[in-house]
């Protein structure tokens, strides 16, 4: 069954409820450890951002992380593993494995689709995780009208708060209607 | 693993002797209190004269991801990716992690 977007967002704002996280940067280790899920970093050369497996028998999951990738890029593969976790894991086990931009991802033969709405889903929870609505409305409001063109420094600064990159943050708060479209002209 | 080695009357040390680990990291395995990777885990099976799987708990978590993995179109250092995290993982014995 596919996620709505306020599914999404009442999942993590109980997730960082339960974790009395009130600001960024979201500690997504901690949360993750919460779940009882292990993080095993390697580092590799390789567009594979990472993977979630639990097992089958034990529900005991693990999360590999490729550490040559960029920390932000990092926090967001935790983020997106954490999702497929908390959203899509099934009886008999499972695993999924990520690489870099997450939609050339590999995919079982069978269901195609399925999993492509699998991706979406555990990108707009990485994205809800690291930068929850709430904070962001926090932030924006002091700024009306969304944030303008001349602002691009006060949104680095921001990116940086939130250990996500410039990219993700500027996506995330066009998405969430705070962002001057002049902005992205 | 103790009740292999018991059954074929071996002691902790000539384990020892065979896979080139301390008798003391034999206890250590056999308690569930040491890590280890899956080469010792071949070591000590091959010393037993068993076979490896029959070492770990019930579930033989990597054969049953290799059936999964087939499924993925994983690059080869992808496939080597996943599986050496899982090896690491299997390596931890189940009742280690409840002694943390």
């Given amino acids: ?14 997730l960082l409820k339960q974790a009395s996280v009130k600001s960024p940067p979201v500690p ?4 993750i450890r919460r779940q009882g899920i292990e993080i095993v970093r390697k580092n590799l050369d390789d567009d594979t951002s990472g993977f979630v497996y639990v097992d089958p028998k034990t529900d ?29 894991k099934s009886s008999g086990g499972h695993l999924h494995v990520d690489d870099r ?15 492509d709405i699998q991706e979406i889903e555990a990108n707009a929870f990485a994205a809800e995780l690291l930068m929850p609505t709430r904070f ?16 691009e420094k006060s949104i680095r600064i921001m990116a940086n708060r939130y250990g996500v990159s410039l990219q993700a943050l ?8 705070l962002l001057e479209s002049s902005f992205l002209e | 693993m103790r009740e292999i080695r018991q059954a074929t009357r071996l002691t902790q040390v000539m384990i020892a002797a ?40 019930a579930t033989n978590n990597l054969s049953l991801l290799s059936v999964d993995m087939d499924q993925f179109a994983l690059s080869p250092k992808a496939k080597r990716f996943v599986l050496s995290v899982l090896e690491s993982k299997l390596g931890a014995p189940k009742d280690a992690k409840d002694q943390k």
């Fill in chain 1, 1 to 14: 069954m596919p996620k709505t977007k306020s599914n999404i967002r009442s999942l993590v704002e109980s």
């Fill in chain 1, 28 to 31: 997504v280790d901690l949360l």
């Fill in chain 1, 60 to 88: 005991d999951a693990v999360i590999g992380l490729n550490v040559s990738h960029s920390k932000t890029r990092q926090r967001f593969t935790l983020a997106h593993e954490l999702g497929h976790f908390m959203m899509h």
């Fill in chain 1, 101 to 115: 931009d997450f939609f050339v991802r590999f995919r079982t033969k069978h269901s195609r689709e399925g999993l």
């Fill in chain 1, 136 to 151: 962001l409305e926090q932030d924006v409001k002091q700024i009306k009208d969304g944030v303008s063109v001349s602002e």
């Fill in chain 1, 170 to 177: 500027l996506f995330r708060l066009a998405n969430q209607g």
């Fill in chain 2, 18 to 57: 065979e896979t080139g680990l301390s008798r003391q990291s034999i206890a250590n395995i056999e308690k569930g209190r040491q890590r280890f990777m899956l080469h010792t885990l071949c070591d000590i099976a091959r010393a037993l004269g068993v076979d490896p799987s029959s070492l770990l708990p």
